[in-house]
């Protein structure tokens, strides 16, 4: 039905601004060929400095071979633009409408083996599609800004998506040099931003109620939780700090701190089944590793972390 | 009253367990003398385990000029442990009543111009220093784990703390190479672990409803936010992706937003006095740098963390 991952040249990027931008010096820096659309010829220039100011840190991280800014072929028209694309990564103004009126056309312009991505943020496929005559192959693949940058990237289709246009874009994604998360669910926000945005309103909270000024707010994720978080998820590090036990330990002697006023946000009960879902997926991740391996393993990455901020400044 | 800062040579730490282990260890690397107080004998094997494993890490962050393991001693009796310091840490155990009973004896053995700092992440210094008779120089200093690597501490008094000491507390901190933030309030969890706590309850909401794995919970952590709030803490990343609108075009564009349902936690009423507390504090820490700038300054950070883990692998 699709094309062979390994035999993907060509992608085509959707849209002028930061994401759509930051897609296309993904893809070239990972050695695809890249037609942009652009809206409009005004938007060349921004267009450009995000590529550049993109290709600085992407030649830090190591540039796929062939890999080349001359790759890049630039259209205002939608037709050219998608035409031989064996790709399309879409993140067009997070409208409604705009979207359901583009996937419209490109439901009927672009041959119906090739896979179109939504950038979205805030929308579901299951609305973007509605009105396009071939939503099997449309599915969210939502990065992380700067997309240029973190690897992330969530999908989930939407009720009309077919599922193996979920499975292909995984593959094509993790091929891509990008880190695939598919979603179990169609729900607001994905999982990234979810936590993230829970973070963000007991943080608003802090600073509405004189708990927390925004240097407060900064100082404590920088200083505190984030760089371990950026070496192990918050489920590892859980895990690893309660030793032998690890999660399970974790639950049984944190559990009632759940019930604690610690945030505004109210957890879930403690059931047996949430309990060994989350001991059971810390077992599955941690694949056999001993504990104190697994915190040796954590403090070296940590203290590369920390040494590298210091020497980038 | 208190002794200056930069006289201060004789450090105590009291307990056994990751915490007070860590702290020893982190106050050893920064070339104090420390004397260690563990309950019990039987202790002593674990207790040297943790400084040996912690000083791994420190050794590679940088020791202070004569910083040795060999400038600690070890006591199981308080009254010798504490002989001579000039600041203590308290790490006994999440119990109120054994820390009552611990700053009731610490308060008449100790002289009251020494400091004696908390590192409890659950209780409130009121209710620690009920029956200790010289209060005044009781405070929170609550660390994050692991406390030998990451550098944030939380300083909070309880009703009868000093402010002098809070003050005296954050300089003698900052001197030792910890970055002290000082709470407004005496809140539940402090800030960071407020933050965590918010980020981890919508993570068991998202595994008990189906929605996600505690694999997908690391990986969105891992490979989304968490490198850049290792840089940036999340308010500055909305300030500086807003572009020159900073977080006044962040809070005007996303704030219907923080009405979606992107997570379980209602945010709070976005209102002026929030919006102009957002966006003054955010200018404060920029200060007067333009926002390519620190987008640029992002990015090389951002690129050395995942450079840097990718190599500590």
């Not at 978080?229 to 399970?248: L, T, Y």
Request: neutral net charge.
């Amino acid at each position: 039905m699709f094309c062979e991952i390994t035999e993907v040249r060509n992608v085509t990027s959707l849209g002028a601004g930061p994401i759509g931008g930051g897609w296309t010096a993904h893809f070239l820096a990972n050695g695809y060929d890249v037609k942009a659309y652009l809206h409009d010829k005004s938007e060349i220039e921004d267009f450009y400095n995000i590529l550049k100011t993109a290709w600085i840190s992407l030649k830090a991280l190591g540039l796929a071979q062939g890999a080349s800014l001359d790759r890049l072929t630039i259209f205002n028209d939608l037709e050219s633009a998608v035409e031989g694309a064996q790709f399309i990564q879409e993140s067009a103004p997070e409208r409604l409408d705009i979207k359901q009126t583009l996937y419209q056309t490109l439901g009927t312009i672009v041959p119906q083996n090739v896979v179109i991505a939504s950038s979205t943020s805030g929308l579901m496929m299951t609305n973007i599609q509605e009105k396009c005559s071939t939503p099997g192959r449309t599915v969210i693949g939502h990065p992380f800004n700067p997309p240029y940058l973190l690897p992330l990237v969530e999908i989930v289709g939407g009720k009309k998506t077919n599922p193996k246009t979920v499975a292909w874009a995984e593959s094509f994604y993790a091929a891509s040099g990008k880190s695939p998360l598919v979603m179990k669910k169609e729900i607001p926000g994905f999982v990234a931003t979810r936590l993230q945005e829970a973070l963000w309103r007991e943080a608003l909270h802090m600073v509405a109620n004189g708990e927390a000024t925004p240097a407060d707010i900064d100082n404590a994720l920088i200083n505190g939780p984030a760089a371990r978080m950026a070496v192990q998820g918050q489920c590892m590090a859980f895990h690893v700090a309660c030793g032998e036990g690890g999660m399970a330990t974790n639950l049984d002697q944190f559990g009632p701190a759940l019930k604690l006023p610690w945030t505004r946000l109210k957890a879930p009960e403690l059931t047996k089944e949430l309990r060994d879902r989350m001991v059971n997926g810390c077992t599955e991740i941690a694949s056999g590793q001993d504990f104190k391996e697994m915190a040796l393993q954590r403090d070296k990455s940590i203290v590369a972390v920390l040494n590298a901020i210091k020497q980038s400044k």
